[in-house]
């Protein structure tokens, strides 16, 4: 038990202030007399929002954050690592499945948050109309179609995904099935 001061001490966490970056302890006080208790904490990090954080304790991951493979980021937000899941087409051919066998594996557990798609070769005489399943249903809202007029090295962003973020889990299995096309178009699709 620490003996009763010959001055006054204050504890505070704004004087003096904190070195820049870091944060100063927080202390509470029960206010009780003739005796009272003092704690102190090291308050939780703040995350950058753009002009950048705070030092301190890492925020507690919840439950299941680790066997979802979740990372911490710089804004101070437990999150899942984004996926990305790549087709690159050469003949992008009406009824054509992708990728022989037609089928990609997720590596590992993710999400994806929409589609890229950049065209290579356009045929200006046929839409190209695309579908993605994942373990065989379809990933977006709708099939989504690239049209005649797109200009070769166009790139589309497609957000109809049937959630955001889309959960990926690992081994999940991912097809592309081509709705409409022609040998001639050439694209690469990636869910990222």
Do not use: H, Y
């Amino acid at each position: 038990m620490m003996g009763n001061p010959t001055t006054s001490v204050f504890l505070n966490k704004t004087t003096p202030a904190a070195p820049t970056g870091q944060q100063n302890i927080a202390f509470a006080s029960d206010n009780a007399t003739p005796q009272q208790s003092v704690t102190a904490s090291d308050p939780v990090m703040v995350g950058d929002t753009g002009a950048g954080g705070l030092a301190g304790n890492v925020p507690a991951p919840a439950t299941g954050d680790a066997a979802a493979g979740k990372f911490l980021k710089a804004d101070g937000s437990w999150q899942t690592p984004q996926m990305v899941i790549v087709f690159m087409i050469a003949a992008a051919t009406t009824g054509t499945a992708v990728t022989p066998p037609g089928r990609l594996v997720a590596p590992r557990s993710g999400s994806v948050r929409k589609c890229k798609v950049i065209v290579n070769t356009v045929d200006t005489g046929t839409v190209l109309t695309f579908r993605i399943k994942q373990n065989g249903t379809s990933v977006f809202t709708a099939d989504n179609s690239v049209a005649t007029s797109t200009t070769v090295g166009t790139i589309l962003t497609f957000t109809n995904l049937t959630s955001t973020p889309l959960p990926v889990a690992a081994d999940d299995v991912f097809t592309l099935d081509i709705i409409s096309g022609s040998a001639v178009w050439a694209i690469t699709i990636q869910l990222e």
